[in-house]
């Protein structure tokens, strides 16, 4: 399927919906599993093969029916109220936005959001996401074929701050924290803790990120310092939600570039038959434009 035009109109859309996903989102107590659903819908990636992604294909009923998936038709569903809403908008788009949203209101860092993914209608084989029940090695090989590092893993895996678990979905049952609607850095501080409520879950790939050395220096640096693992997840997050996604350029950006081509030719047409010198063509570029000041209206566009 075709990206999205980033014109105005598209912008201006994908603020609307922000707007009323922070309103379904807060009215429904609805953030972790909008997070679950961003992240399955992206952490299918390849970046070998260049499938899969955050390419709404979560949405078709073959990959919504993986044992992954389970319980998320909930919030494919809520999020189909803003796409009525809203129905120039992807759903690669408004899965990825809603994620970012979720994060925010139960009180987490900002997301960088860039819009423009193009939706699939073809799902990626089952078992590309991690398996609860598997350590170090399996949560290497599940990242790092997304293209993702070790601290990635473990920011992202803070994910789990938010929500719990719920035995009819994946088989096991409780949170990971003493405030499932509070995005905070609590989770590692649980990982750490040898004395911490039992009633609160602990999965083998949790344990995973303290039995590995290499994961265990950032789950020590993030329970101590919960500025540093804002920072980091929200790098993580906005990673994790563009794999495979290039940003189409808006209508703006390509008038910006057509002119600036355009102007080059007439110059250099000048330059090749003989009324400018090197020197004069050099001038001329000045006089026509800043290029310090167009390149940087291009870079905002893009």
């Known amino acids: 399927m075709a990206a999205p ?15 009323d996903l922070r309103a379904l989102i807060s009215s429904n107590q609805c953030a972790p599993i909008m997070l679950r659903l961003a992240w399955h819908d992206a952490g299918t990636y390849d970046v070998k093969t260049k499938t899969g992604g955050p390419n709404g294909s979560i949405r078709l009923g073959d990959e919504l029916q993986h044992a992954a998936n389970s319980g998320l038709k909930k919030a494919v569903d809520l999020c189909e109220q803003v796409k009525e809403r809203h129905p120039q908008i992807t759903y690669a788009d408004l899965y990825q936005l809603a994620g970012g949203v979720a994060v925010e209101v139960t009180g987490g860092p900002p997301i960088d959001f860039v819009p423009g993914r193009k939706d699939s209608m073809a799902s ?21 074929r997304m293209g993702l590092s070790d601290k990635d893993i473990v920011a992202l895996s803070g994910g ?14 409780g949170a990971w924290t003493k405030e499932p609607l509070k995005f905070d850095n609590s989770y590692y501080k649980e990982l750490l803790n040898n004395e911490s409520d039992p009633e609160l879950l602990k999965l083998r790939s949790d344990k995973a990120l303290v039995e590995d ?16 693992f804002f920072r980091d997840y929200a790098a993580s997050h906005k990673k994790l939600s563009e794999l495979g996604f290039i940003s189409p350029p808006s209508k703006l950006s390509l008038k910006v570039a057509l002119g600036f081509v355009i102007a080059i030719v007439a110059i250099l047409s000048h330059y090749y038959e003989g009324h400018f010198s090197w020197n004069d ?21 893009m």
């Open 213 to 228: 050395p290499k994961f265990k220096r950032y789950v020590e640096l993030y329970a101590k310092d919960e500025d540093a």
């Open 160 to 173: 789990h701050t938010l929500g719990r678990a719920h035995p009819e979905r994946s088989g096991f049952e």
């Open 124 to 144: 990626p084989e089952e078992g590309r996401l991690p398996d609860a029940n598997r350590g170090a090695k399996h949560l290497r090989d599940i990242f790092y």
């Open 5 to 19: 035009v980033m014109d105005p109109q598209y912008l201006k859309e994908i603020e609307k919906a922000r707007r």
């Open 281 to 301: 063509l050099s001038s001329q570029f000045h006089k026509r434009f800043n290029l310090t000041d167009l390149a940087s209206q291009f870079q905002k566009r």
